[in-house]
């Protein structure tokens, strides 16, 4: 079955450092959306990603779509303590369900 | 508006008892999705309902997991027999339309225990 990929599965980074999370499929998918849970949380809808090469901005968080529509990635910038969680990406083909990634988990030292 | 809830937020059980696991989405949302998270795992998908129909059960692990939903709205998520490696956090979540790849708004969760 469809399987979604994602790495790495933790990152440690100083305040003020980038991270990045990477999200893979060995299959075309119809979209993907990215999910932050927080320590002892639920999981939070980030973003939804439809369109071939898409990249799309929340402040300091970028999100990317490749070309083939087979993967994605997370970038923060400038990381702070408020951005330590878990990062989900989930993904889709058409008319089936969501697959979740297992998730890179993020802690930040200041 | 309320968001989706879960009941309970914890729940011990000794093995080989049955389980019922509730959740009230949010109100209008068609789509209800169960998973399951075990310590420090990804999101397990168990079901998933458009309206009271289960269109896809593929992700429930045996015939001792089953799950209704009726009026459209709560729904409940029953183990049967339960073992030790059922234990994780059971969500819960929601979303407008699934047809659409909405966003999914995720409950609490409820914390099984199987001792």
């Known amino acids: 079955g469809q399987q979604v990929m994602q790495i790495p599965q933790y990152q440690h980074v100083q305040e003020g450092e980038d991270f990045t999370t990477y999200c893979n499929s060995s299959?075309?998918?119809?979209?993907i959306q990215w999910y932050k849970q927080r320590p002892g949380g639920h999981p939070v809808f980030l973003i939804q990603?439809?369109?071939?090469?898409e990249v799309k901005k929340q402040k300091r968080l970028t999100f990317q779509f490749g070309e083939a529509k087979k993967n994605s990635s997370l970038h923060i910038t400038a990381t702070q303590t408020t951005d330590v969680g878990t990062y989900f990406c989930?993904?889709?083909?058409?008319?089936?369900?969501?697959?979740f990634g297992k998730g890179t988990t993020l802690s930040v030292s200041s | 508006g309320a968001g989706v809830s879960q009941s309970p937020s914890n729940k011990v059980t000794e093995k080989g008892k049955d389980v019922e696991l509730r959740c009230d989405p949010i109100?209008?949302?068609?789509?209800l999705y169960w998973y399951r998270q075990s310590l420090g795992q990804g999101l397990e998908f168990l079901i998933y309902?458009?309206?009271?129909?289960?269109?896809?059960k593929s992700g429930l692990p045996s015939d001792r997991f089953s799950a209704e939903r009726t009026g459209g709205s709560v729904s409940t998520l029953t183990i049967q027999r339960t073992q030790q490696e059922d234990s994780a956090v059971y969500l819960c979540?929601?979303?407008?339309?699934?047809?659409?790849?909405?966003?999914?708004?995720f409950g609490p969760g409820t914390r099984l225990t199987v001792l």
């Open positions: 990603l439809v369109k071939s090469g």
């Open positions: 109100s209008g949302h068609t789509a």
């Open positions: 979540a929601s979303s407008p339309e699934r047809e659409a790849h909405n966003e999914q708004f």
């Open positions: 299959t075309t998918l119809s979209n």
């Open positions: 309902f458009q309206g009271n129909s289960a269109p896809d």
């Open positions: 989930a993904a889709n083909q058409a008319g089936t369900a969501l697959i």
